[in-house]
């Protein structure tokens, strides 16, 4: 039996992947997360043949809750789930060691396939995100977004994920259960590690990095 875990903040969204997944014999949901850090905490829990997940999550996003999931469970399978086939998006998924990446429009039949290509050990990625053009992405992104995110702390990777959604400190602190002080500390520090200056280069950058949508 393959055992999934899901992870999606739209509980209609999670019932509709999870009745799609359990039409097939061999595959059963064991649990549903919320959000990333939920998904992180279930994942070490149950340890998932295969974790199906959203990639714009508010918080902990499903790109970050990624790599912390291959970092501790490397070998659960991680299948991001997103409405974005842009560059940001699915290099950074790609980076955080997910096995596949799937466009939320996509059939019920690709999304079977999905899970099951990641479990054989193959990379899968939606008909219209092509290896060439993953290649391409790759060849022409910013090396230096990639070496200053990894530069971050898990929890500057946190306050930056919010800080770009528009959070103030006070409202991250209470995300976080963290003080205000403590909130504005990180953020400092963060933008420091980045040479960053103001709100707007701080969402360029997260754009960038892929913890936001492109603009279209």
Same mark, same amino acid.
Do not use: W
């Given at each position: 039996?393959?055992?999934?875990? *899901? ?10 992947? !999870? ?10 949901? =064991? $649990? ?9 905490? #279930?994942?070490?829990? /149950?340890k998932?043949?295969v *974790? ?9 996003? $499903?790109? @970050? +809750?990624t ?11 991680? *299948?991001? /789930?997103? #409405? ?6 699915v290099?950074?998924?790609? %980076? ?7 466009? !939320? ?10 899970? %099951? ?15 060439r ?7 022409? +992104? ?8 990894? #530069? ?7 306050? /930056?994920?919010?800080?770009?959604e528009g959070?103030?400190?006070?409202? =991250?602190a209470?995300?976080?259960?963290i003080?205000?002080?403590?909130? @504005? ?21 997260? =754009?960038?990095?892929?913890? /936001?949508?492109?603009?279209?």
């Amino acid at each position: 039996m393959v055992r999934l875990l *899901l992870a999606d903040d739209h509980q209609l969204v999670r019932q509709g992947v !999870k009745a799609l997944l359990e039409t097939e014999s061999d595959f059963s949901v =064991i $649990g549903e997360a919320s959000d990333g850090t939920e998904a992180v905490a #279930m994942a070490e829990s /149950l340890k998932p043949d295969v *974790l199906v997940i959203d990639a714009a999550m508010p918080g902990l996003n $499903g790109l @970050e +809750a990624t790599k912390q999931v291959k970092q501790r469970l490397p070998d659960t399978k991680v *299948l991001v /789930l997103s #409405m974005h086939a842009t560059e940001g998006y699915v290099l950074q998924a790609l %980076r955080n060691g997910a096995d596949g990446y799937v466009l !939320k429009d996509e059939s019920a039949t690709l999304l079977v396939q999905a899970v %099951r290509d990641v479990l054989a050990g193959r990379r899968y990625l939606s008909p219209p995100i092509s290896e060439r053009a993953i290649d391409s992405y790759v060849q022409r +992104a910013e090396s230096v977004t990639q070496q200053d995110f990894g #530069m971050l702390t898990a929890r500057e990777r946190e306050i /930056l994920q919010l800080a770009a959604e528009g959070h103030s400190n006070a409202s =991250i602190a209470a995300r976080l259960s963290i003080s205000p002080r403590t909130a @504005e500390t990180h953020r400092t520090n963060l933008m420091r590690k980045l040479g960053l200056r103001n709100q707007t280069e701080l969402i360029k950058y997260a =754009i960038r990095a892929g913890l /936001l949508p492109m603009e279209q």
